[in-house]
């Protein structure tokens, strides 16, 4: 059974901090891991993706893969209020489908 | 660039009609697209995988004979929700893959709320 799973959250940071985001996924053969951001009410958008172990920064953004833990992260560095949403891991192993996780809800208080 | 529309942002309709919700990529071409749906608070729902020029894919317990799809060129999917009921009103999203990138990164549409009265 291919799946992504994450924490539903809401995780609270406050305003500043640092927002870790966590996904694991059970099909070794992935390929491509994907980190999207949905505001409520609205569509998902892309923020990163990652092919490579390691770690891949995008302005605030790291995200860090680990294919030998199957565990793939989101670091949101200086967290701003605007980054309150829901948080979704996608996964592609092989196919045409990406395999999302339900979603990790953020709160950034100020 | 990688720009997804959809059209109409928002639809009511009633009970019994047909509703028809398009899916363009504007600065790309997209071979593959894919259809979503979400009911509030829940998580993304695979419905089914549009190829250009062939049959869509539907996923499992996805009514094939009542979300018709069509993907006739290369930046245009269409999805028509037929006899709708009320049942059938929820957040319906695209994405669509960059045929050109050879990635699988998807780019949503903005979405289509649907409302069957």
């Known amino acids: 059974q291919k799946e992504v799973e994450q924490n539903s959250g809401p995780l609270s940071v406050p305003e500043g901090a640092i927002a870790s985001l966590n996904c694991t996924y059970s099909d070794r053969g992935s390929q491509s891991f994907f980190w999207y951001r949905q505001y409520s009410g609205k569509s998902p958008e892309l923020i990163m993706f990652?092919?490579?172990?390691g770690d891949k920064e995008d302005g605030r953004f790291t995200a860090q893969l680990n294919k030998a833990s199957q565990y793939v992260s989101l670091l949101i560095r200086d967290s701003q209020p605007s980054d309150s949403a829901t948080y979704l891991c996608?996964?592609?192993?092989?196919?045409?489908?990406?395999?999302f996780g339900t979603g990790t809800r953020l709160q950034v208080f100020p | 660039g990688a720009v997804v529309s959809q059209h109409p942002s928002w639809v009511i309709c009633k009970s019994g009609t047909s509703v028809k919700i398009e899916c363009r990529s504007l600065d790309f071409q997209a071979t593959t697209m894919f259809w979503y749906r979400q009911f509030p608070k829940q998580s993304l729902m695979l419905m089914a995988t549009?190829?250009?020029?062939?049959?869509?894919?539907?996923e499992q317990g996805v009514e094939k004979d009542k979300f018709l799809i069509n993907h006739a060129s290369l930046t245009l999917s269409t999805l028509t929700v037929t006899s709708a009921h009320p049942e059938d009103s929820s957040f319906y999203i695209c994405?669509?893959?960059?045929?050109?990138?050879?990635?699988?990164?998807?780019?949503f549409g903005p979405g289509t709320r649907l409302l069957v009265l």
């Open positions: 990652i092919y490579s172990n």
């Open positions: 994405s669509a893959r960059d045929s050109g990138t050879g990635q699988e990164t998807q780019y």
């Open positions: 996608a996964v592609n192993a092989n196919t045409d489908k990406l395999i």
């Open positions: 549009s190829n250009e020029g062939s049959k869509a894919t539907y």
